[in-house]
């Protein structure tokens, strides 16, 4: 392992690990205006919601590495504190990559990028209609983190209006994460498409798990399960009943008593996502 501090690190070099270690982050594409009536249109990946009620999304237009440059997205919002965040869908990714050029001020992105303005009702900037997702934001705050180059940008936004394309609901008029197809920002040229089999779902505890500490300790120091596998049986409130891991036996595990065998049995149903089925078969050990 290699332990760094950051104040030892080149700008480029903390950047680096940070974008690398800390992925995949969502892309707000954002629209702005300047006074003027100027639009500019660039993606933001230092970018997440931190609040529902208030809705608070916030970006982070920092300041360039090489030059200390702003955004001219800063700039804009300084003179018109509005937004609009656009999601990235795997479909338009080049299009954005390609909005991200150091284009001179006053530039619209929508027109080099070949996206599509569409009126806003709430704020100024318009929003991409080729993006699933568009929310109207009123700036409420730009936190400056710096005045040196890589200094970031809180710009606080809240979000006043959605907008959700039909094509990416579901019949009860939620978002489908499979349709949605969203793409993620990693380190160096590497993306995430969340799609197919990036995709894969958690069942979140229903009650208070009795945790991974309170696992019978021969299960806790499998030499077999994993990590996630002790995570998934201490999500357990309780274990099951003794009647049902000796039925669950009789029908499923005769005659297998070896410690080994019932471990890898068991990893096996809890990777399926049988977990109920993986205690069982770990509890059979104890009722033999
Ligand atoms: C996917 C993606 C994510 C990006 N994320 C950020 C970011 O979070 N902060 C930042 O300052 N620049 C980020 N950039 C670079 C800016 O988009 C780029 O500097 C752009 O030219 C800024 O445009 P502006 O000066 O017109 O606002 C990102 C670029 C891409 C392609």
Redesign the pocket.
């Known amino acids: 392992m290699i332990t760094l501090h950051p104040k030892e690190l080149s700008i480029p070099a903390l950047q680096a690990y940070l974008v690398h270690a800390i992925a995949p982050r969502p892309?707000a594409f954002v629209s702005t205006m300047d006074k003027k009536g100027n639009v500019?249109l660039?993606?933001?990946?230092?970018?997440n919601a931190f609040s529902t009620n208030p809705p608070i999304v916030v970006?982070?237009?920092?300041r360039s590495g090489k030059t200390n440059a702003t955004?001219?997205?800063?700039d804009n919002i300084l003179e018109v504190p509005e937004a609009v965040i656009n999601v990235v869908n795997y479909e338009m990714v080049h299009q954005?990559?390609l909005s991200?050029?150091?284009?001179p001020k006053g530039v619209n992105?929508f027109e080099k990028a070949g996206f599509t303005m569409m009126d806003s009702e709430q704020v100024k900037p318009p929003r991409v209609k080729e993006s699933p997702v568009q929310m109207e934001c009123k700036v409420k705050d730009i936190i400056e983190l710096g005045k040196n180059a890589g200094a970031?940008n809180l710009v606080v936004c809240e979000v006043v209006l959605l907008h959700i394309s039909d094509s990416v609901l579901n019949e009860k008029k939620q978002i489908d994460q499979h349709k949605l197809d969203l793409v993620g920002?990693l380190g160096a040229n590497w993306y995430v498409r969340a799609s197919g089999d990036a995709l894969f779902e958690l069942i979140k505890p229903r009650g208070v798990g009795m945790g991974v500490d309170a696992l019978p300790e021969k299960i806790r120091n499998s030499k077999v399960l994993s990590g996630n596998n002790l995570g998934q049986l201490g999500n357990a409130e309780k274990i099951p009943a003794r009647e049902e891991v000796i039925t669950y036996k009789n029908t499923h595990l005769k005659g297998i008593t070896s410690e080994a065998e019932i471990h890898s049995i068991a990893k096996k149903l809890l990777d399926e996502g049988r977990v109920e089925d993986g205690w069982k078969t770990l509890l059979s050990l104890e009722n033999q």
């Open positions: 892309v500019n660039s993606p933001f990946s230092f970018f970006f982070s237009p920092a955004k001219h997205t800063h954005v990559s991200s050029s150091d284009y992105e970031g920002r």
